[in-house]
C-alpha cells in the first residue's frame, strides 16, 4: 500500500529541445539500454537473474549489465565474480556502503547508455523483456523518463488466504494490463513504477541527483518509495512517466514473506516511507494534514495488536494501525525530542510546523520490539 498522493515536488531540470538526449528520442534514434542489477548477499538470485537476461530475443550484443554488489560478503563476491565473467555484456561493481538506492546510482553513474532498466536480483526478466523496452521507447517520442511494466509473481510458497487482496503491491507486484501516464484517468489511481522493473533515462535521472538515499532497502529497514519518488520528479519535471504492461518480469515472492510478522513490519515502515518521500519532494504539510486521521487509527485499532503478532486474527484491523504508526511516529520525529506528553507534543508540532528533516532518527523498531534508526545523509 504505497501513498500514491499527487505530490506537488520541486522541477527536476526541463530539457529543452536543443538537448542531445531529448533531440535524440525526437529524431529516432535507437535507444541504448544499461541493466542494472543490484544485490546484497543472494547470489542463488542473481544466477536466475542473469540467466533471464542470457536468453534475451535481442541478443547480448543489443544491451549492456551492470551487478552491482552492495556490502556482500567475501564469498558472494566471488561467486558473483564467477557469474559476471561468464557473460561478455556484463561488468561487476563492488559498493561497501549498504543502501540500494545508492546501489542503483552508481549503476547510472557506471552506464553509459540512454537508459537504465533497473531489474531485482529476485525477479526474471521475460525472453522479450528488452526488446519490449526498445519497442515502448521507438513508440514515444521524445522519449519517457520513466517506463514501469508489469511485475508477475512466481510463488516460492503459496500465499495465504489470510494475505488481504488489496496488499499484494506491498509484495511488489503490478498485474494490471494495459498503457497509458501515470497519474492520469489512463491508469488506476493506485499505481506506480516499481524498482523491480523500472526504465530510467539516464541523464534526466542523474540531473536530479539521483535515487534519494534517505529512502530504499537498508539493511533490515523496509524503507521504501525511492522509485515512486524518481517517477514523479521526472514526471513534474516535465517527461512523461509511463506505463506499458507489454514490459514484463517474473518476481520470485520470497516465502519467508508469507506470515503476518512480516506483513506488519513492511506496512509500517510504508507509513514512514509515506512521510519521507512528502518531505523529500518538498511537500511537508500533506504530512500535517493527514497527520490527525493517522493518529486516530493508530488510537482506535491499538486494542487489536494484544493479539500476538504472529497470529491472523483481526489482521485488517492490525495492518492499518501498523501503517499508522509508522507515519505518525516519522512524521513526529523530526520535532525535537523533549519529553511531553503526547497531545502537549502533537499540538507544538502542530503550532511550529517547522520544515523537518526527510530522514530524522525515531524510533522505527518500537513496534517490532527493536530500536532502529533510518540512515541519515553521507
Not at 270 to 278: E, H, N
Request: proline share 8%.
Amino acid at each position: 500500500m504505497r501513498d500514491n498522493s499527487n505530490i506537488p515536488t520541486d522541477l527536476a531540470p526541463r530539457r529543452q529541445s536543443g538537448d542531445g538526449l531529448a533531440d535524440a528520442g525526437r529524431r529516432g534514434v535507437s535507444p541504448s539500454i544499461t541493466v542494472c542489477v543490484v544485490t546484497h548477499d543472494r547470489p542463488h538470485y542473481v544466477r536466475t537473474c542473469l540467466e533471464s537476461l542470457r536468453v534475451q530475443t535481442v541478443g547480448l550484443d543489443a544491451f549492456d549489465i551492470i551487478v552491482v554488489d552492495s556490502c556482500g560478503m567475501p564469498g558472494t563476491s566471488a561467486e558473483l565474480r564467477a557469474m559476471v565473467a561468464t557473460l561478455p555484456n556484463a561488468r561487476l561493481f563492488r559498493l561497501d556502503r549498504p543502501g540500494v538506492s545508492i546501489a542503483r546510482n552508481l549503476g547510472a553513474e557506471e552506464s553509459r547508455a540512454d537508459f537504465v532498466a533497473y531489474l531485482d536480483d529476485d525477479a526474471l526478466a521475460t525472453p522479450d523483456w528488452v526488446e519490449q523496452i526498445r519497442l515502448v521507447l521507438e513508440e514515444r517520442r521524445p522519449w519517457p523518463g520513466v517506463i514501469g511494466g508489469r511485475v508477475l509473481p512466481v510463488w516460492e510458497r503459496p500465499l495465504p488466504d489470510w494475505w488481504p487482496r488489496s496488499l499484494r503491491g506491498v509484495l511488489s507486484i503490478i498485474e494490471w494490463q494495459g498503457r497509458g501516464e501515470f497519474r492520469t484517468e489512463a491508469l488506476p489511481p493506485d499505481l506506480e513504477p516499481y524498482g523491480v522493473n523500472m526504465v530510467v533515462q539516464r541523464q534526466p535521472l542523474l540531473d536530479i541527483g539521483g535515487f534519494s538515499d534517505g529512502l530504499g532497502r537498508f539493511g533490515s529497514l523496509l524503507l521504501s518509495d525511492e522509485d515512486v519518488q524518481v517517477g514523479w520528479r521526472l514526471q513534474d519535471g516535465g517527461y512523461s512517466a509511463w506505463y506499458d504492461s507489454r514490459v514484463v518480469v517474473m518476481h520470485q515472492i520470497q516465502g519467508t514473506r508469507m506470515n503476518p510478522d512480516w506483513l506488519l513490519n513492511r506496512l509500517y515502515w510504508q507509513g514512514a516511507s509515506t512521510v519521507m518521500t512528502r518531505r523529500i519532494l518538498g511537500s511537508p504539510d500533506q504530512v500535517w494534514r493527514d497527520l490527525p486521521r493517522r493518529l486516530l487509527v493508530e488510537a482506535l485499532t491499538s486494542p487489536a495488536c494484544l493479539v500476538p503478532r504472529r497470529s491472523t486474527r483481526l489482521l485488517a484491523l492490525r495492518w492499518r494501525h501498523a501503517y499508522a504508526k509508522g507515519f505518525t511516529r516519522m512524521a513526529l520525529a523530526g520535532e525535537g525530542r523533549k519529553k511531553r506528553f503526547l497531545p502537549f507534543h502533537l499540538l507544538a508540532a502542530w503550532l511550529q510546523r517547522r520544515p523537518a528533516p526527510a530522514s530524522p532518527a525515531f524510533e522505527a523498531g518500537a513496534q517490532a520490539g527493536i530500536v532502529a534508526r533510518p540512515p541519515g545523509p553521507p
